[in-house]
């Protein structure tokens, strides 16, 4: 089945450091790739995704490319803010619709990797 | 940006009540619907999908008597945790799909159960 692995956590980098969150996913196909951010006290919201291979998706300064061949999918920026400590989740979406239609759209979420960012 | 509220946040009951946790997308008609747990520290995971008009479809492990669910409309999903019991405390997670948006889910804030 569709697994995501996560580098584990937490992660502790002071204000304008760089940031790596290592995302591997194992898939039948071609995937869409997510990474989705929880900040505290609220809902996940999605901060970025790529359908294809050599996909780079970016948003806030964040970016991921999608590795087909090392079936990665890292989360980068290059430099933090306080306010960027959160949860961070790697995700993965099937490539469409399977057989029976239950799993089109179903998420597979990695374990989350909390982010401080210390001033 | 298209919104999923959840009601209530945080509902405190005692063991052996049901409880019943809605969720709603208030500015797009959702055709799907999906309901995670999650625990401390750990991850979602998805316990079931729900189709307007048609019945859920609930994951390996997941107990189709003791969660129900309801998709009546396209901005109304409803989890009902029937005789809750303390190790149903959890975070109660629903995102919700939109017509022809395949790779979009928008999630709910969450809503806090603990069962006394």
């Known amino acids: 089945g569709n697994s995501v692995t996560q580098m584990e956590g937490p992660v502790t980098l002071s204000e304008e450091a760089f940031l790596t969150i290592n995302c591997t996913y194992t898939?039948?196909?071609?995937?869409?790739l997510f990474w989705y951010v929880q900040y505290p006290g609220e809902g996940l919201q999605l901060l970025l995704k790529?359908?294809?291979?050599?996909d780079k998706g970016s948003n806030k300064g964040f970016e991921a490319t999608y590795r087909k061949e090392t079936t990665s999918f890292h989360l980068e920026k290059g430099s933090v803010q306080v306010s960027d400590s959160a949860v961070y989740f790697c995700a993965l979406s099937p490539p469409g619709p399977v057989a029976g239609g239950t799993s089109y759209g179903k998420l597979t979420f990695g374990q989350g990797t909390i982010l401080t960012v210390h001033p | 940006g298209a919104v999923v509220s959840q009601h209530p946040s945080r509902v405190i009951c005692k063991s052996g009540t049901s409880v019943k946790i809605e969720c709603r997308s208030l500015?797009?008609?959702?055709?799907?619907m999906f309901w995670y747990r999650q625990f401390p520290k750990q991850s979602l995971m998805l316990m079931a999908t729900?189709?307007?008009?048609?019945?859920?479809?609930?994951e390996q492990g997941v107990e189709k008597d003791k969660f129900l669910i309801n998709h009546a409309s396209l901005t109304l999903s409803t989890l009902t945790v029937t005789s809750a019991h303390p190790e149903d405390s959890s975070f109660y997670i629903c995102?919700?799909?939109?017509?022809?948006?395949?790779?979009?889910?928008?999630f709910g804030p969450g809503t806090r159960l603990t069962v006394t």
């Open positions: 500015d797009f008609q959702a055709t799907t």
């Open positions: 790529a359908t294809k291979a050599d």
């Open positions: 995102s919700a799909r939109g017509m022809g948006r395949a790779y979009e889910q928008y």
């Open positions: 898939a039948t196909g071609y995937p869409s």
């Open positions: 729900s189709n307007e008009g048609s019945k859920a479809t609930y």
